[in-house]
Structures are given as structure tokens and as C-alpha cells.
């Protein structure tokens, strides 16, 4: 009999493996109850779990750069994290640390393989990515105001910063001679680049079907 391997697919497993309360031996009980939930594999569970997640975690890390890495934690790590500090002022949950440092990192990045530098600010590099990854309501026109940007300037580099982290199969607009569209294909954006070199990895790894 061919065991199957821990996870069913690359969104499944890299859902799992950024997640720091799924990922460790001593889990919150509402985390485990969680997971009943959402038929999280049962192999992924006590010690033999966690070393295997840190398994995977290791293969991932040993094919990626540390930007695909902060690239993959914006989009799978979870924004926000038990709080149990029982402070007065507590809510219960407080913001993911390692997912706030790679919205970070990103941004930086972002501003000169992106935009090469040109009238570009990591606050408004990282309200754009806040957007995308954390579905914060951020009006990027009243900041970019602030930061003294035109309005042009602001969706602009919205647009440049969202093409390089993102495009799947861009294409260029430029027309030829005579006025028909040159398809030239464009680079692929910096995440899809980064999941297919995790699902790689995983998928060598036997982690995924």
C-alpha cells in the first residue's frame, strides 16, 4: 500500500506550513479544533507532525530566496495570531509578527525592482501590499496625498508594484507598424515565481500529490 503523502495539493500545505499554531506539537486547543474543522491532515499532528512540517518548511526554505520566502509568508501566514496575555485592553488576537516583517521586507523590494526608485515610498509600497495581502481598507489616494504624490503617481505605482508581484502571463501593449498589437509575453510576477518553486520543492519532497 502507497502512503499518501501529508497534504493534497501546494495552497494546502503552504497554508499550513506559515501557520505558527498549526505548525507546533503544543497547539492552542481552539487551533486543533480548528483544524477538525477544515479536515486538516490527520498525519500533521503530535511530534511526528511537527517534525514532519518542519521538514517541508526546511525543503521550501533550502530552493527559495529570502524574497520568495517573505512573498509566500505575506500571502499564506496568517495576519493575525492568538493573543492570550489577558491584558485589559486585549482583544484576543494581536498581528503576526513574521507576517507584518515580511509585508515589510516585500516593500522595500518592491520600491526599486518595482518602480526603480522613481518617486517611490515604502509607506505607500507597504499600504499597496496591506491591501492585497491583509484586505485592509487603506485609501491609497488620501495617503499618497499625504506622502505628496499625485494622483497619477499614486495608481501609477500602484500598478507597477501590483504587475511586478503578481502578473501571471502579462503582455506588452505595444502596437507595430501597422497598428496591430506586438504580443511580446512579459516576466512573470515575483509570486507566481515563488509558489511554483515551493510546489516544486514540495512536490520532491513527496509533501504533495
Known sequence: MVERPPFRHAVEALTYLFNPERTTCDRPPAARLADKRRSEPGIMSGLDGAATAASATAMIKGRLTPLQMA????RYAPVRLRCNCKSDCCSGWRTNPAWREAVSYVAFDAIYQATMGEGANHRFASA?????YGKQKIALTDLGADLGMSLGTCTNQRRRLLDWLLRPKGQSDKKNKNDSLARSALPLGKEPIAFAAAEEALRLGGFIE
Open 128 to 132: 499597496v501590499l496591506l491591501r492585497e
Open 71 to 74: 512573498i509566500l509568508t505575506c
